[in-house]
C-alpha cells in the first residue's frame, strides 16, 4: 500500500484502536440482546448505561439525557421534528446558510410542506449575524437551529451568548454540534441548548453511532417509533457495540483533550502559515481567531479543487474540496458562497482537517507537495495566466 496521509477527519476519523478494542468481545461474546430479562442480556445492558455516562460526561449532562441514535443525521432530523410535533400550531424554523445537509437540505424539503424557513446570514468570514437571528423571531418560531462549528471551515458560533437569548424568550434551541464535540469544550449545565447532536466517527468511535441531547424537561416526541428502547424516545434494537465504542471514544477525547489540541493546532497552523507563503493568491476561508483546531480551508485561485484533489491523491494525500456530503455536484461549496468568497476562489477551496493521528512528518510532506501542484495548474489554467498580464 502507497503512503497515505489522511487530513480528510471532518469527513470520518480512523476508529482508535481502543475504541475497536472495547468494541470487539459485543460483536462475538457478548452478544445479548439488551432488553431481555437474562442475565446474558443484562450485561450488554450494563455496558450501554456505562457507554451513556461517558457521553453525557463530555458535555457535562446527565446520562438520562442522552439516547443513542444511528448518526448525526438522524439526531438532527430528531430535534427538528420533535419541535414541530410538540408546538404543532408553528411553522417557522430559523437556522443558518451554512449548515451541514443534514439540517440543510430537512429544511428545504419542510419548506415545500408547508413550514416557513428563515435562514441567517454569515460575513465573509463565516461569522453570523446573530442580531439577524433575533430580529426573525416570531410567535410562529417552533424552533432555531444553529451548528456550534463549521463542518467547512471550522468557524465556531457563538452558542452560549445564542442559546441564552433564546433562552429568556422560550424559544427551543437545538445546535448541530457533530464537528465540535470532542475538540473545544462543551457544557451543557452552563449553556442553556434544549438539544444537541453528535456522531460517533467524527470523534474516532465508528460509523453508525449518534447521539441526540435531551435537556430535562424539554417537550419531546420521538422520530423512530417502535419498541420501549432508550425509555421509548428512540425505537429500534440498541447497537450494543458501537455504542459501547461511542462512549469509550468520548472517555478518550475527554482524558486527552488539552494535550491534542495544542498538537494539532500546531500543525494545523504550520500547515497554512507555510502554504500561505509559499503559494500566491492563496487564502484561508473563515475567521482564524474563532475557529476548530482541527480544520484550515484554503482557497487557491483560478484553480479547480477537483483537479487538486487529484493531484494530491497521486501523492497518497487525502483531504477534500468541501463537505464530503456534497462531493459530487460541480457547484461551489454553499458554506462559501453564504460567505461571498469569489467563484475564482470558491472551486479551488481545499479543506484539510486534522487529527490527532496526524504527525509533523506528514504536514511537511503535505507542505512540500502543494505549491508545485498549484503551479503546474496554474500554467494549464487560461483565467490564471489572464490575471497576471
Given at each position: 500500500?502507497?503512503?497515505?496521509?489522511?487530513?480528510?477527519?471532518?469527513?470520518?476519523?480512523?476508529?482508535?484502536?481502543?475504541?475497536?478494542?472495547?468494541?470487539?468481545?459485543?460483536?462475538?461474546?457478548?452478544?445479548?440482546?439488551?432488553?431481555?430479562?437474562?442475565?446474558?442480556?443484562?450485561?450488554?445492558?450494563y455496558k450501554i448505561a456505562e457507554a451513556r455516562a461517558n457521553v453525557a460526561a463530555l458535555i457535562n449532562?446527565?446520562?438520562?439525557?442522552?439516547?443513542?441514535?444511528?448518526?448525526?443525521?438522524?439526531?438532527?432530523?430528531?430535534?427538528?421534528?420533535?419541535?414541530?410535533?410538540?408546538?404543532?400550531?408553528?411553522?417557522?424554523?430559523?437556522?443558518?446558510?451554512?449548515?451541514?445537509?443534514?439540517?440543510?437540505?430537512?429544511?428545504?424539503?419542510?419548506?415545500?410542506?408547508?413550514?416557513?424557513?428563515?435562514?441567517?446570514?454569515?460575513?465573509?468570514?463565516?461569522?453570523?449575524?446573530?442580531?439577524?437571528?433575533?430580529?426573525?423571531?416570531?410567535?410562529?418560531?417552533?424552533?432555531?437551529?444553529?451548528?456550534?462549528?463549521?463542518?467547512?471551515?471550522?468557524?465556531?458560533?457563538?452558542?452560549?451568548?445564542?442559546?441564552?437569548?433564546?433562552?429568556?424568550?422560550?424559544?427551543?434551541?437545538?445546535?448541530?454540534?457533530?464537528?465540535?464535540?470532542?475538540?473545544?469544550?462543551?457544557?451543557?449545565?452552563?449553556?442553556?441548548?434544549?438539544?444537541?447532536?453528535?456522531?460517533?466517527?467524527?470523534?474516532?468511535?465508528?460509523?453508525?453511532?449518534?447521539?441526540?441531547?435531551?435537556?430535562?424537561?424539554?417537550?419531546?416526541?420521538?422520530?423512530?417509533?417502535?419498541?420501549?428502547?432508550?425509555?421509548?424516545?428512540?425505537?429500534?434494537?440498541?447497537?450494543?457495540?458501537?455504542?459501547?465504542?461511542?462512549?469509550?471514544?468520548?472517555?478518550?477525547?475527554?482524558?486527552?483533550?488539552?494535550?491534542?489540541?495544542?498538537?494539532?493546532?500546531?500543525?494545523?497552523?504550520?500547515?497554512?502559515?507555510?502554504?500561505?507563503?509559499?503559494?500566491?493568491?492563496?487564502?484561508?476561508?473563515?475567521?482564524?481567531?474563532?475557529?476548530?483546531?482541527?480544520?484550515?480551508?484554503?482557497?487557491?485561485?483560478?484553480?479547480?479543487?477537483?483537479?487538486?484533489?487529484?493531484?494530491?491523491?497521486?501523492?497518497?494525500?487525502?483531504?477534500?474540496?468541501?463537505?464530503?456530503?456534497?462531493?459530487?455536484?460541480?457547484?461551489?461549496?454553499?458554506?462559501?458562497?453564504?460567505?461571498?468568497?469569489?467563484?475564482?476562489?470558491?472551486?479551488?477551496?481545499?479543506?484539510?482537517?486534522?487529527?490527532?493521528?496526524?504527525?509533523?512528518?506528514?504536514?511537511?510532506?503535505?507542505?512540500?507537495?502543494?505549491?508545485?501542484?498549484?503551479?503546474?495548474?496554474?500554467?494549464?489554467?487560461?483565467?490564471?495566466?489572464?490575471?497576471?498580464?
Amino acid at each position: 500500500m502507497k503512503q497515505l496521509i489522511y487530513v480528510d477527519n471532518n469527513a470520518t476519523t480512523k476508529v482508535d484502536g481502543e475504541v475497536l478494542d472495547a468494541m470487539l468481545p459485543y460483536f462475538s461474546d457478548y452478544y445479548g440482546n439488551p432488553s431481555s430479562m437474562h442475565s446474558f442480556g443484562g450485561e450488554t445492558g450494563y455496558k450501554i448505561a456505562e457507554a451513556r455516562a461517558n457521553v453525557a460526561a463530555l458535555i457535562n449532562a446527565s446520562p438520562d439525557e442522552i439516547i443513542f441514535t444511528s448518526c448525526g443525521t438522524e439526531s438532527d432530523n430528531t430535534a427538528i421534528k420533535a419541535a414541530l410535533r410538540t408546538h404543532p400550531g408553528k411553522k417557522h424554523i430559523i437556522t443558518t446558510r451554512v449548515e451541514h445537509p443534514a439540517i440543510k437540505s430537512l429544511c428545504e424539503d419542510l419548506s415545500r410542506n408547508g413550514h416557513r424557513i428563515t435562514y441567517v446570514p454569515v460575513d465573509n468570514e463565516g461569522l453570523l449575524d446573530i442580531d439577524y437571528l433575533y430580529d426573525h423571531i416570531t410567535d410562529d418560531t417552533a424552533i432555531v437551529s444553529v451548528m456550534w462549528a463549521n463542518n467547512e471551515t471550522g468557524v465556531i458560533f457563538p452558542i452560549e451568548e445564542i442559546a441564552g437569548e433564546l433562552s429568556e424568550r422560550g424559544i427551543v434551541f437545538h445546535t448541530d454540534a457533530v464537528q465540535a464535540a470532542g475538540k473545544i469544550p462543551i457544557d451543557v449545565q452552563k449553556i442553556q441548548i434544549d438539544m444537541l447532536s453528535m456522531s460517533g466517527h467524527k470523534i474516532h468511535a465508528p460509523k453508525g453511532i449518534g447521539v441526540i441531547y435531551i435537556r430535562k424537561g424539554t417537550r419531546f416526541s420521538p422520530f423512530l417509533i417502535g419498541g420501549h428502547q432508550e425509555t421509548g424516545r428512540r425505537g429500534g434494537t440498541e447497537n450494543v457495540a458501537t455504542i459501547i465504542g461511542m462512549g469509550k471514544a468520548c472517555e478518550l477525547a475527554m482524558e486527552n483533550f488539552e494535550n491534542e489540541k495544542i498538537k494539532i493546532k500546531r500543525l494545523r497552523d504550520m500547515l497554512e502559515s507555510e502554504i500561505l507563503k509559499t503559494v500566491p493568491s492563496s487564502m484561508i476561508n473563515g475567521n482564524r481567531e474563532n475557529r476548530l483546531p482541527t480544520t484550515t480551508n484554503i482557497s487557491f485561485e483560478f484553480v479547480e479543487g477537483e483537479a487538486i484533489l487529484l493531484m494530491l491523491n497521486e501523492h497518497g494525500i487525502c483531504a477534500s474540496s468541501g463537505s464530503a456530503c456534497t462531493t459530487g455536484s460541480l457547484e461551489p461549496s454553499h458554506v462559501l458562497r453564504a460567505m461571498g468568497v469569489p467563484y475564482t476562489a470558491a472551486h479551488g477551496s481545499i479543506r484539510f482537517s486534522l487529527s490527532k493521528y496526524n504527525t509533523e512528518k506528514e504536514i511537511k510532506y503535505i507542505i512540500e507537495k502543494v505549491p508545485p501542484i498549484i503551479k503546474r495548474l496554474r500554467e494549464l489554467s487560461p483565467f490564471w495566466n489572464e490575471s497576471i498580464k
